[in-house]
């Protein structure tokens, strides 16, 4: 029997006026013929500039949520708490199917939704929370199940990757790229999400949870921002053969998971220094399969609207797994890391005085602490606010390392803080 699938969407911004076109233009068929139609709609106006005349409106997106009249629940109004959260559970509690691309929702409450929908045998799915157009998600959860992954590391999120692309094409500052992001629409007007790395840590917890088959855990995220990368570490960073991004990473270490955000420095040739723009890129590593990359488009209207919609299909076709790879009640936080454990390489920028001893001084601090230097770089500026010297190390326990940066920064021929950057471990 053929019927069709009546779908209520909730949001309809720049991912739900999206869907609403993506379904208008290209139907989806269920395997019994069936069609998906958007039927009822929700956002706080109702000004649209594509037609929703013939849709039944909702003020209330809990409401739609609990309307007997549709069958599949889209969630695109985005945030972790308030009325996206209050729709989703409302959703799931009267057994209706929910899409949502809002990684901030799934990553804080992906754990109590995921029982929910178990519960009252609800699918959930996210397919467009992370990396928008790629089907990052499919790749981890349906392509990659029960392989043994290790390792996941990206960058998960465009406005950021935008930023530093920018910077170094055009030699202008952080602040500077990103009030013009600003002007050009690339950047939201409170910039925080994007820039201070809680978007891409969002989607990594997601990414980790699916990969490791354990709940997303975005409270024990370790998250840092581009905000503080300035214009010379992008070309010093060059000089010694590396990009800067921001890495979001999740990786298995024995037996813990280490899920983290920063700015990392990319060997020039690897293909994660080499997505430039808003693009997205994402290296998977498992036991048998060994590494897979996928780059494409993280945001945007249409890759977006794409991936809400290969969800649709996947509910009219009847696709039902584990939200997070294990039964609801299985489902437990990974133990997190000691930080001994995390082996790390660095970039480290210093301003020192323009005297003789200070290299050694700074050489003899790393030795006693069991650091090795990779690399050693220095510019030949010489003036009366002090001389910029860059240093590489070998993999060392982070601790120790930052132990060492700090005695550093204390020696008094060293002008100002220390700047450390990671290098990814790609
Ligand atoms: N934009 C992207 O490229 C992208 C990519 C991946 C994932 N996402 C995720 O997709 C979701 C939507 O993002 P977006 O960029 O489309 O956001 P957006 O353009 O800001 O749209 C949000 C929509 O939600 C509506 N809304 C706000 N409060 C509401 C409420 N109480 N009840 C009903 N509707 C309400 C707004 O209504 P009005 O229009 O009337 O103000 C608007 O239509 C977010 O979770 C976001 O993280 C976005």
Redesign the pocket.
Known sequence: MSKTWRIGV???????GGLVKFLAEAPLYAPQGGRAEVVAV????RKRDFDISAMTWFDD?VALAASPDIDIFVE????SD???KAAVETALKHGKPVVT?????IAVHGQALAALAEQNGAPLLFE??VM?GVPAVKIVREALVGEDLVAIAGILNGTCNYILTEMEATGRSFADVLAEAQRLGYAEADPTTDVGGFDAAHKIVILAALAFGSAPNYADAEIEGIEKIELADIRLAHDLGYRIKLVASAEKIGDGVSVRVHPALAPLSHPLAQAGGALNALFIEGRRVGRIFVQGRG???GP?AAAVAADIADVMAGAVRPVFQKPGAQLVKAPAIEGEQRLTQAYVRLLVKDEPGVIAAVSETLAEENVSIDSFLQKPVHDAGGVPIVLTTHATPEPVLLRAIQRIGALPQVLESPRMIRIARV
Do not use: C, D, H
Request: charge should be positive; hydrophobic fraction near 45%; proline fraction near 3%.
């Open positions: 909730a949001g309809l911004g720049t991912v739900g929700s956002a706080r106006s997106a695109l109004i985005g945030g308030g009325p996206a691309a809002n990684k901030a929702l467009a929370a928008g945001a945007g209207e977006t």
